[in-house]
């Protein structure tokens, strides 16, 4: 089984179709919904999906075939280290413990591969180090 965390821009007319269903229905896929905003313009959907690699790809395959736009992210979130402070603030907010304390030097690390792009420390950093990239 592997793992694969893909963006999803749905052009409008898609936005209230049930396309993901499918994943799970027809490819035997499993998804969580990391992020998930609905704009005027269309909708976008962050999923982490969970499956066999051939399932997922032929998942995602049927995705685009119905018009839907999917971008593999392996990266969500960047950390501007010429702005970042080491105040922590984004420490404790963070809800998947991808940063921390360094206690030695007191520096604040960023674990890119817990990351699931939720924006908080985004909006929390007082100059803007941490910024998304979805
Ligand atoms: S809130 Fe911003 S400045 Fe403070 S530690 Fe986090 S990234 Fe650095
Ligand atoms: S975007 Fe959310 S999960 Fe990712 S580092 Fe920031 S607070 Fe943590």
Known sequence: MSKKKV???FPPEKVNEPITYH??????????ILRAVVEEKGGRLLIEVEGRPAQISEGLAYIRSRGVEV???NEY????????????????????DAIEM???????IFHQSK??????CVSSCPPQAMKLKI
Do not use: H, Q
């Not at 994943?23 to 896929?29: F, I, N, S, T």
């Open 77 to 96: 979130v960047d950390k501007d280290l010429s702005r970042c402070t080491n105040c922590g603030m984004c420490v404790s907010i963070c809800p998947a």
């Open 7 to 9: 963006n999803l821009y």
């Open 23 to 32: 994943l799970v229905k027809d490819y035997g896929l499993l998804f969580n």
């Open 102 to 108: 360094d206690r030695e030097t007191w520096e604040v």
């Open 71 to 73: 971008k593999e992210l």
């Open 115 to 120: 990351c699931i792009a939720c924006g908080l």
